[in-house]
C-alpha cells in the first residue's frame, strides 16, 4: 500500500513566524510532489509543486523535496492568520497521473 | 484567469438513483481527472482521462462509475445506482500535460449527498 503521510496537527504557530510542514510518502518512484491548500469545505488549491531534489521558493512558501529521504516539506514565512488552513500533501504515484494525498495538516496562525 | 467550473454545487439524490456530475475543465488542458472526499477524510483519486479514454483508475472506480466527455467542453461523471456511501465531496481537475511536469488545478467541487 503506498502511502503519502503527514502529520494531522494541528499545529500552531504565532503570528509573522515561519511555519513548517512535513510530508513523506512510500513510493520511490513518484517523481512530482504537490502542496495544496483547504479550506474547511473548499476545494484544494494549488500553492506549488516540486519535482527535482532541493528548495524552490515561491513568495513567502518554499518546497523542499529529499528524495532520497523520501520527504518534502513546505515552509511558509510570515504567516498570516489567512494561513490557516489544511495543507495537503499530494504524489504522484509511479510518475503516472494519479495524485495519492495525505490526510493533511492543519495549521493554525494565532493573531 | 482560467478555472475549472463543475455543476451543480450541492445534489441530493435518492439512494439506487442515478446521478451525473459536470465539468468544464480548463479550456486548453488535455487530462481530466475525478477525486472524491468523504467528510473528514483525504483526498481520493478516482480517474483519469486522456485522448477520450481512460489513462488510470482507483478500485473505488467499480462498474457504477463511468466518464465522458460528450463534446469538447464538459467531462461528466456518472454513479448509476447511488449507494449511502457515495456522499461526499466530487473534485474535477484538469492539467495541460502530464503532472510528471506540472499542476493539477480543481474545481470547486460538488457536494454529492445520498439519502
Known amino acids: 500500500q503506498k502511502e503519502v503521510e503527514q502529520n494531522s496537527g494541528p499545529l500552531s504557530v504565532p503570528e509573522g513566524a515561519i511555519a513548517s510542514l512535513n510530508c513523506t510518502y512510500s513510493d520511490r518512484g513518484s517523481q512530482s510532489f504537490f502542496w495544496y491548500r483547504q479550506y474547511s469545505g473548499k476545494s484544494p488549491e494549488l500553492i506549488m509543486f516540486i519535482y527535482s531534489n532541493g528548495d524552490k521558493e515561491d513568495g513567502r512558501f518554499t518546497a523542499q523535496l529529499n528524495k532520497a529521504s523520501q520527504y518534502v516539506s513546505l515552509l511558509i514565512r510570515d504567516s498570516q492568520p489567512s494561513d490557516s488552513a489544511t495543507y495537503l500533501c499530494?504524489?504522484?504515484?509511479?510518475?503516472?497521473?494519479?495524485?495519492?494525498f495525505g490526510t493533511g495538516t492543519q495549521l493554525k496562525v494565532e493573531l | 484567469e482560467p478555472e475549472v467550473t463543475q455543476t451543480p454545487s450541492h445534489q441530493v439524490t435518492q439512494m439506487g438513483q442515478e446521478v451525473i456530475l459536470r465539468c468544464v475543465p480548463i479550456s486548453n488542458h488535455l487530462y481530466f481527472y475525478w477525486y472524491r472526499q468523504i467528510l473528514g477524510q483525504k483526498v481520493e483519486f478516482l480517474v483519469s482521462f486522456y485522448n477520450n479514454e481512460i489513462s488510470e483508475k482507483s478500485e473505488i472506480f467499480d462498474d457504477q462509475f463511468s466518464v465522458e466527455r460528450p463534446d469538447g467542453s464538459n467531462f461528466t461523471l456518472k454513479i448509476r445506482s447511488t449507494k449511502l456511501e457515495d456522499s461526499a465531496m466530487y473534485f474535477c481537475?484538469?492539467?495541460?500535460?502530464?503532472?510528471?511536469?506540472?499542476?493539477?488545478?480543481f474545481g470547486q467541487g460538488t457536494r454529492l449527498t445520498v439519502v
Open positions: 499530494a504524489v504522484n504515484e509511479g510518475g503516472g497521473n494519479k495524485l495519492t
Open positions: 481537475a484538469s492539467s495541460d500535460v502530464s503532472l510528471i511536469y506540472t499542476e493539477a488545478f
